[in-house]
């Protein structure tokens, strides 16, 4: 059985945001249990050379609506970036699903082939939408989804594999 290109983006997609809302959720109810400032969370990094937690959740937002539009050809919403609170990132996450539900699996069938161009830090990049989603737009997307959680770990919040592949509460 051949997987679809719409099972392969779309569908992962959205259940990965969904299980990166519950890892917010995670935080929040953490932030509250320690008495901690959730601002503590919202702008912790992992480096200081990386983005903070707020803005992984942004970019992985973008990779998500992004490489979903370019395969169905179709032109991406902008979301202003100016997320402040988990609660202004729950819309964000849910703003994005709530696009992700627009697409069909028609929309995506063929865009195997389909040429996908975008521009990269001033070069101009082109490649099959195949290629695109697995080696550019999924791998794009998961580091930003696995930061976002291991920002969070790393600050004490205490999420396990389950929370991560689930959204779910429990420790693996």
Do not use: C, W
């Amino acid at each position: 059985m051949a997987i679809s290109m719409y099972d392969a983006s779309v569908a992962v997609f959205q259940a990965r945001l969904k299980a990166l809302a519950g890892v917010l959720e995670a935080a929040e109810k953490n932030a509250a249990e320690r008495k901690i400032d959730p601002e503590v969370f919202l702008s912790a990094r992992l480096a200081p050379d990386m983005f903070p937690l707020t803005r992984q959740v942004q970019i992985a937002t973008d990779h998500a609506k992004g490489a979903s539009s370019r395969l169905a050809g179709r032109d991406a919403p902008r979301f202003e970036d100016d997320e402040q609170t988990f609660d202004d990132l729950h819309a964000r996450i849910g703003r994005t699903t709530d696009y992700l539900a627009t697409f069909t699996a028609q929309d995506i069938a063929g865009s195997e082939e389909k040429t996908i161009e975008l521009r990269l830090g001033g070069r101009q990049l082109s490649m099959p939408g195949l290629q695109y989603l697995l080696h550019f737009a999924m791998p794009n997307f998961y580091f930003h989804v696995t930061t976002a959680y291991d920002i969070l770990r790393h600050n004490g919040v205490p999420l396990g594999k389950v929370t991560f592949i689930s959204g779910g509460q429990q420790r693996a």
